[in-house]
């Protein structure tokens, strides 16, 4: 007997006894009759169902068997139907007026749940069979029985008396503007992207209901304090805007932009039409509430509870899934990353340090140049590139590319990659026979592969937190952001835009581990500079990567390395800042005299990033290299090659004693008239209803500098499955 027809027989059983326990009340007249007997069937039909699924949950755990795999289940289900229906006629009283409406009001919830459930899973699987396994799983049946139960019991009290006509619009309103803005969007967000934060839920969830807790009572107490008259008018207006931003969140928002800090920019057709729709919404509602005259409280009382139910079954469903990921997350959240250790040092006799400075285009440099001319002044002995392209556009491949010159288009997951390019770059085997030490000073050690991860002089395979709090403050700011970015009308949505690293700078007050994690903040590792130092450390020879956030977005350090709010600085400010970093850094090489005889190199992982279909202009990553032997007696150099990010490692071999393929790149410090005869790439990661989508190469013939060089060529590579 298949599954399907299991399920069949199980849902006649629940019928036959939620039409029994209804028959027998209507015979012992105790229930009223007509349409009131509608809701009443609904709520103990489920109730059957419900008791036939937690009965196989107590024995079976998490499984739908079919009747053919044991036909005692058979039994075992009629057996529970008939005891669930004899319970109920023997224990149910009298259903006056207020209890079939409590039946009701669970009933309605009941079906608008599982119709939003439903159209959830719909979208989510294309087979239907799937769809009713999913919809039909034990825990999800169990838990809206036990929610339906509460809410029964609840509901009961508050409409079986006088307190609710003062009191219960209030309560349901105001609990539905908490739910609905703050509490479902956040705990939606971290729930079902728990891996993306540093933090776990269990630790902060207390700190974001403690919150919403004190915005209702705020609310209730407001409420209650003005006029009855008031009062109606103002939770009509407020269940108005929760209503239209659901609505949003469910309906309007299509595709949002990819979350990496840039702010977006949506047309002002769309943010119009969007404006238009929240007004027809809102006027759609006040005319709703007018015209229900004396029913406008009951609607708008049972229209939020059954939207707070909705929403708050919708957080707990996603509880199982974030259980498995937590327990992966916890066992591997401090081990085998990258750590602050030999960031404040420097070798005694060679140095060769990289500094990444994310975003960082030429373009950037020279708004900042237009402010200040003399801004590039403490780069003695470096040679500027301003024609410098990059081989992607995106942070993931250009850093894998950078240290290994091997592309990537999704073809493979990311860890295969990126293994893969590391075992076969020769450039790390060369550096340890050199004799150089190397730290690699990453956020995201998924980017750097296993072996050449764990031979980093800075590699920890185990930390150990010994400090850690979390902000209250940080946590409301954290609930504003997100659920205003998900549930407000387009043309303020850019002013909540955030990045998981925003949130955990708000959520985590402090933090301390015995070997701290590396950082890519500016503002924090110019911290680190001022306070320690650079010393000269025991190594003779080393290379240190420096990725640091550069000019990333968002904007949350001025130029003289102080964290500050996004909204109090202009861009220009960081882009000097994150500069000004570097020059600390390299003053303190020359007070330590280890300057000289230290390659240094200044450039980012790609230029300027774009969220379109097609690049419009030109992106150029800056580009400074000081060759070793060089002093600081020398000025700085503007050179014309025409180069490219695939000439980093070679330049490097050249100048350290390492062999290296030609097909790489050029040496930059002598390139022999080469760039001239080469067509460099660019590939551009094409941005699709704000989904990346693929890429599409673009060559480059001449100065990169005059977008006219750029020839966008037919060749794409698609995302696959690993995208």
């Not at 010159?405 to 590391?422: M, P």
Request: proline share 3%; net charge negative.
């Amino acid at each position: 007997m298949t599954l399907e027809l299991t399920l069949l027989i199980q849902a006649a059983l629940a019928v036959m006894g939620g039409t029994a326990t209804v028959a027998g009340m209507v015979l012992h007249k105790k229930t009223a009759k007509g349409f009131a007997l509608v809701p009443l069937w609904m709520f103990y039909t489920f109730y059957n169902f419900w008791g036939m699924t937690a009965v196989r949950s107590l024995l079976l755990y998490d499984e739908i068997p079919a009747y053919g795999e044991n036909m005692y289940l058979l039994f075992l289900d009629l057996a529970a139907s008939v005891g669930i229906t004899v319970f109920l006629l023997v224990t149910n009283e009298q259903q006056r007026k207020a209890g079939i409406r409590v039946k009701t009001a669970v009933c309605a919830v009941l079906v608008v749940m599982n119709g939003f459930q439903f159209v959830v899973l719909v979208r989510q699987y294309t087979n239907v069979n799937t769809v009713l396994y999913e919809a039909l799983r034990p825990d999800r049946i169990v838990i809206q029985g036990l929610i339906v139960m509460v809410g029964y019991l609840i509901l009961g009290r508050i409409f079986g008396s006088d307190w609710c006509k003062k009191w219960v619009m209030p309560v349901a309103v105001s609990m539905l503007y908490v739910i609905t803005l703050y509490l479902a969007p956040v705990f939606e967000t971290l729930i079902a992207n728990q891996n993306e934060f540093m933090f776990a839920i269990k630790d902060v969830w207390y700190l974001f209901l403690a919150f919403g807790v004190a915005v209702s009572a705020a609310i209730i107490a407001i409420l209650l304090l003005v006029s009855e008259k008031r009062c109606r008018i103002l939770c009509a207006v407020l269940w108005a805007y929760c209503i239209s931003a659901y609505l949003q969140g469910m309906l309007l928002n299509g595709s949002l932009f990819l979350m990496d800090g840039k702010k977006p920019d949506w047309s002002n057709g769309l943010k119009t039409m969007n404006l238009l729709l929240w007004c027809a919404c809102l006027a759609g509602l006040a005319a709703l509430c007018h015209f229900a005259g004396r029913a406008a409280q009951k609607m708008i009382v049972y229209s939020s509870l059954v939207l707070c139910i909705m929403q708050v079954v919708g957080v707990i469903s996603l509880i199982p899934a974030c259980q498995k990921d937590k327990v992966q997350k916890e066992d591997v959240l401090y081990e085998n990353y990258l750590s602050m250790e030999g960031i404040g040092e420097v070798a005694s006799e060679e140095n060769v340090i990289v500094f990444v400075l994310d975003t960082y285009d030429v373009d950037f440099l020279e708004q900042v140049l237009e402010i200040q001319p003399d801004f590039l002044d403490p780069l003695k002995g470096f040679i500027f590139y301003p024609d410098n392209v990059s081989q992607f556009s995106r942070t993931l491949p250009s850093i894998p590319y950078m240290l290994t010159e091997q592309t990537y288009f999704y073809e493979e997951s990311i860890t295969d990659y990126v293994d893969r390019a590391f075992s076969e770059c020769i450039f790390w085997e060369g550096l340890r026979k050199e004799g150089y030490q190397y730290y690699l000073f990453e956020v995201d050690e998924n980017y750097i592969g296993d072996r050449v991860l764990e031979e980093a002089a800075n590699f920890v395979t185990k930390g150990t937190v010994f400090a850690e709090e979390y902000s209250f403050w940080g946590c409301v700011e954290a609930a504003v952001r997100i659920g205003s970015y998900r549930l407000m009308p387009y043309f303020v949505k850019d002013c909540f835009s955030y990045t998981s690293g925003d949130i955990d700078h708000m959520v985590i007050s402090r933090r301390v581990l015995d070997r701290p994690m590396y950082s890519e903040e500016d503002a924090y590792l110019w911290e680190q500079l001022r306070e320690s130092g650079l010393v000269v450390g025991d190594d003779k020879k080393a290379f240190r990567f420096i990725h640091t956030k550069g000019a990333h977005a968002p904007y949350t350090m001025n130029e003289r390395g102080e964290w500050v709010g996004e909204e109090e600085i202009v861009p220009e400010q960081m882009y000097e800042g994150s500069m000004r970093f570097v020059y600390d850094y390299l003053e303190q090489m020359q007070r330590l005299g280890v300057y000289e005889q230290s390659m240094i190199i200044i450039t980012a992982d790609h230029g300027e990033n774009f969220v379109t279909e097609e690049l419009t202009q030109e992106t150029n990553p800056i580009l400074f290299i000081k060759p070793r032997g060089v002093s600081a007696d020398v000025p700085l150099q503007t050179s014309d090659i025409m180069a490219s990010q695939n000439d980093l490692l070679p330049t490097i071999s050249a100048a350290i004693g390492i062999e290296y393929v030609d097909s790489w790149g050029l040496d930059l410090l002598n390139p022999n008239g080469k760039e001239r005869t080469r067509t460099r790439c660019h590939y551009y990661a094409v941005v699709e209803n704000s989904i990346q989508t693929k890429t599409r190469k673009y060559n480059i013939d001449g100065n990169s500098r005059d977008f006219a060089n750029w020839t966008a060529t037919d060749e794409y590579h698609e995302f696959g499955e690993f995208y």
